[in-house]
């Protein structure tokens, strides 16, 4: 299926990883970050052009599909949940901008689960009426990478939109999680830079037995240690110091990329800590891919129906 495609906020392109592997083609892409920028280009042979809000909606090419996953910071829990007051909740007006002023068929947003919820509501239901005014039937859904064949606790606001009125679109349900032992790498191969001290590994021993093995430990901001047979969401900030395999060692950053649907042939060009950061900022690419397959199965199945513009 060839369609062509924009990625927004395009990080390190788990969203161009998705749309590639189902035949999409990149015209185009935007990230701020200088050093996702250079992961992205090392990856994809795109360089990403810089903020968007610089960016006028004539010199993006005409494309079938939008695809961002814009700013969580001002709806995120980790965050101070600002909303639309933060300058960076804002930058969902420049998708608008660009939607209205290009229209392609289909576009996916991706966002928090605190998104759904913010301010009673409020903030969700002011983005998607903004969708509509512009044309757009709009669907949306909190997702979980968990159930798309990834190890990985991490909720998502997917919000996806038709140009045609007709297209009847349902969110896939996914399969279930992928293996943890698919995921991590053989403690004789991993860097020792990467396990714990003995004291921390004491520290947690003496407070939590684990009752899986391959498991990661995560230790909350109140100090309780919990383990499960898959990692809690991975985030760009501290959060690395809080996950430990089996209670001994940190992610490696192939690790965590790999709890992000990215393969083993995505170049590491950064380093450890600008990775970890780009991983904890990615969209899982396994519940994009899936979301996206729906949705271009979707409009395939709705052309040969009247189009009309949703209202």
Partial sequence: ????????????????????????????????????KKAYEANYGLKPHGDITKIASGEIPDHDVLLAGFPCQPFSII????????????????????????????????????????????????????????????????LNALDFGLPQKRERTIIVGFLDNSVEFSFPKGKGPGKLEDILENN???DPKYFASERIVKKRLASHQSSCTPSIWHENKSGNISSYPFSCALRAG????????????????????????????????????????????????????AVLKEGLDAKTKAKRQPRERAV
């Fill in 188 to 190: 004789d191969d991993v």
């Fill in 238 to 289: 501290a959060s690395y110091n809080y996950l430990l395999v089996n209670g001994e060692r940190r992610l490696t950053p192939r690790e965590m990329l790999r709890l992000q649907g990215f393969p083993d042939t995505f170049k590491i060009v950064c380093n450890d800590s600008q990775t970890r950061k780009q991983a904890g900022n990615a969209v899982p690419v396994n519940m994009i891919k």
């Fill in 1 to 36: 299926m060839k369609f062509t495609y924009i990625d927004l906020f395009a990080g390190i392109g788990g969203f161009h990883q998705a749309a590639d592997s189902l035949g999409g083609q990149c015209l185009f892409a935007s990230e701020i970050d200088s050093e996702a």
């Fill in 79 to 142: 965050g101070n949940r600002l909303g639309f007051d933060d300058i960076r909740g804002t930058l969902f007006f420049e998708i608008a901008r660009i939607l209205e002023a290009k229209m392609p068929s289909m576009f996916i947003l991706e966002n928090v689960k605190q998104l759904s919820g913010h301010d009673n509501g409020k903030t969700l239901q002011t983005i998607l009426q903004t969708l509509r005014n512009i044309g757009y039937k709009v669907e949306w859904a909190v």
